[in-house]
């Protein structure tokens, strides 16, 4: 399967504790974009790389919040002391971006659930 | 002001018969693109259709139809033939500048619909 994959898919965790996401998206994608999704909302936006520059941040993004993309692959969203608000859905998708005729429709992955007790 | 309005309750939709999702859009910028996604219980996004905003035409893909209503910012999804499986979270969504900026999408809040047998 050659889709976006996310890693872990559930997560749960005590409140203070620090949690990592993975997410390894479409080979040939040089887009890669997080968004977190709480119980029924939409996606919202937090963060967006092109290759391995982060180009923006939402301000939903507070700084206990890091997103990494180091070599413009696989990226990795970490959240630090987890509050209980941080129980959310986290959407990685990716895009190829800019390519002539590309949509700019989002590909995304299964999500990683995090629950902070 | 919200950037996608998603305002209906959820739908129900007899097996075999259309229903139509609303979504109203607001933009300044003239280069838009607009998707509609579907998340079923499973949670993943499967993206369905696109309409860009210099398309002239209604998009169409299977059973899916956009109707884009450029004066009145509107983007409705219609569904024909209702099946089953179609019972999910449907999302509208816009990227603002045309597919080579930065595509992050903005999400509406989802309609749940409901196909009764």
């Known amino acids: 399967d050659t889709g976006v994959s996310q890693d872990p898919r559930h997560k749960i965790t005590k409140r203070g504790q620090n949690v990592t996401f993975r997410c390894d998206p479409i080979?040939?994608?040089?887009?890669l974009y997080w968004y977190r999704q709480t119980l029924g909302q939409g996606p919202e936006f937090l963060t967006y790389?092109?290759?391995?520059?982060?180009?923006?941040k939402s301000r939903l993004l507070s700084d206990r919040f890091s997103a990494e993309r180091p070599k413009g692959s696989f990226s990795t969203l970490e959240i630090q002391r987890t509050e209980q608000g941080d129980s959310a859905m986290y959407l990685c998708a990716s895009s190829p971006g800019g390519s002539i005729g590309s949509t700019g429709e989002l590909f995304f992955g299964e999500g990683s659930r995090l629950t902070v007790l | 002001a919200q950037k996608i309005t998603q305002t209906q309750p959820g739908m129900f939709v007899q097996e075999k018969e259309a229903v139509t999702l609303d979504c109203t859009y607001d933009t300044s910028d003239p280069s838009y693109g607009l998707f509609w996604y579907k998340q079923p219980s499973s949670g993943e996004m499967i993206f369905l259709i696109y309409q860009g905003s210099y398309d002239q035409q209604n998009a169409t893909e299977g059973r899916y139809s956009l109707n884009f209503q450029k004066a009145r910012k509107s983007a409705n999804l219609v569904i024909s033939a209702s099946q089953l499986g179609d019972s999910a979270m449907y999302f509208c969504?816009?990227?603002?500048?045309?597919?080579?900026?930065?595509?992050?999408?903005?999400f509406g809040k989802g309609i749940t619909l409901s196909v009764r047998p």
């Open positions: 969504a816009m990227r603002e500048g045309g597919s080579g900026a930065n595509s992050k999408l903005t």
């Open positions: 080979s040939e994608h040089n887009r």
């Open positions: 790389f092109q290759n391995e520059a982060q180009l923006e």
